[in-house]
């Protein structure tokens, strides 16, 4: 099956770093790939959608200055949140997809915690 | 109105029972149609996909589609304990933006020895 790698699994982070989070679909070639994002129980909230070799698109109310994503091949997305702060710690989680209205596999996600 | 609306639970049924969970979504454009399970503080797993009208089996778990009434529906047969996590309904959306995967916030299911 569609396999996604996510790294790392959890960080630890000082206020106001930035931390990288990796995302790379390890057996298909993922045309799209979205970011999401966790608090504790609540649902998952799609954070931005990105497709290989151009910009993404960031859903209402998500800062893109503040969460890069960059997908510069089609296995490879990447997202960087910059000067992070204690509330931006959540668990974020990648998703790739290959064909169009194919379904989404995810990564393990990322817990961040911002201190 | 919400775009995915599910009953949050928890819904609980005995070990061994059938585990109905519901799903109503607004966009009749929805073409797609996806079950996840996820466990607490664990990324979600996709368990089922359904893309046309009727019932789709795949061992224990059968999903149910009616775009009509804009339902969709996910049966859990002979329930065990690890069937406990909350259950994720996900309409594929198209829009001019592209496909975009809109969540439910869940059902949580509770398997009960």
């Known amino acids: 099956g569609a396999v996604v790698s996510q790294h790392p699994s959890r960080v630890i982070c000082k206020s106001g770093t930035s931390v990288k989070i990796e995302c790379r679909s390890l057996?298909?070639?993922?045309?799209?790939m979205f970011w999401y994002r966790q608090f504790p129980k609540q649902s998952l909230m799609l954070m931005a959608t990105s497709n290989e070799g151009s910009k993404a698109t960031y859903e209402q109310g998500v800062e893109k200055d503040k969460f890069l994503i960059n997908h510069a091949s089609l296995t490879l997305s990447t997202l960087t949140v910059t000067s992070a702060h204690p509330e931006d710690s959540s668990f974020y989680i990648c998703?790739?997809?290959?064909?169009?209205?194919?379904?989404?596999?995810f990564g393990n996600g990322t817990r961040l915690t911002v201190t | 109105q919400k775009e995915v609306e599910q009953n949050s639970g928890p819904l609980s049924v005995p070990e061994g029972a059938i585990a109905s969970l519901n799903c109503t979504y607004s966009?009749?454009?929805?073409?797609?149609f996806f079950w996840y399970r996820q466990y607490s503080g664990k990324s979600p797993e996709l368990i089922m996909s359904?893309?046309?009208?009727g019932d789709k089996e795949d061992g224990r778990f059968t999903a149910q589609l009616n775009k009509a009434s804009q339902y969709v529906s996910l049966l859990i047969r002979d329930s065990q304990p690890s069937d406990s996590a909350t259950y994720l309904c996900?309409?594929?959306?198209?829009?001019?933006?592209?496909?975009?995967?809109?969540f439910g916030t869940g059902t949580q299911l509770k398997v009960e020895l």
């Open positions: 996900a309409p594929f959306i198209l829009t001019g933006g592209g496909n975009k995967l809109t």
């Open positions: 998703s790739a997809r290959g064909a169009a209205n194919s379904p989404l596999h």
């Open positions: 966009d009749r454009g929805s073409q797609s």
């Open positions: 359904i893309y046309s009208n």
């Open positions: 057996d298909f070639q993922a045309t799209t």
